[in-house]
């Protein structure tokens, strides 16, 4: 499976790793103010998926239909996105420590 430009499911973490080293230059705010703005990132995003949803079920009366459910697809996919960059800011091991945490909650979910 590829995107667009040829990547695949295994360029993911370098992906990764270009946008946390983008974000890392550019940062404004460094240090432990910085890393907790990235975390913060988190939240934002999570409430961009509840305006999505909110506004593709059109549930504000006064909004009415404000978004398609591909705008949720979206929305979700920065909150992927924006939690493994915040988790290599935590770690440059990100991918061990994401890799090994999956493994605990399938094994607990569907069983060993």
Do not use: Y
Not at 57 to 83: F, M
Not at 84 to 94: D, F, G, I, K, N
């Amino acid at each position: 499976m590829s995107d667009e430009r040829g990547g695949s499911p295994a360029d993911l973490w370098s992906t990764i790793d270009d946008l946390w080293k983008w974000l890392d230059t550019d940062s404004v705010v460094g240090g432990r103010e910085g890393l907790l703005l990235r975390m913060l990132k988190l939240s934002e995003e999570v409430g961009e998926v509840a305006e999505a949803v909110i506004g593709a079920t059109g549930q504000n009366p006064r909004k009415g239909v404000t978004h398609t459910w591909d705008d949720v697809q979206s929305e979700l996919c920065d909150v992927v996105i924006t939690a493994l960059v915040a988790l290599r800011t935590l770690t440059p091991e990100a991918r061990e420590v994401f890799t090994r945490h999956l493994v605990r909650v399938t094994e607990r979910s569907l069983g060993g």
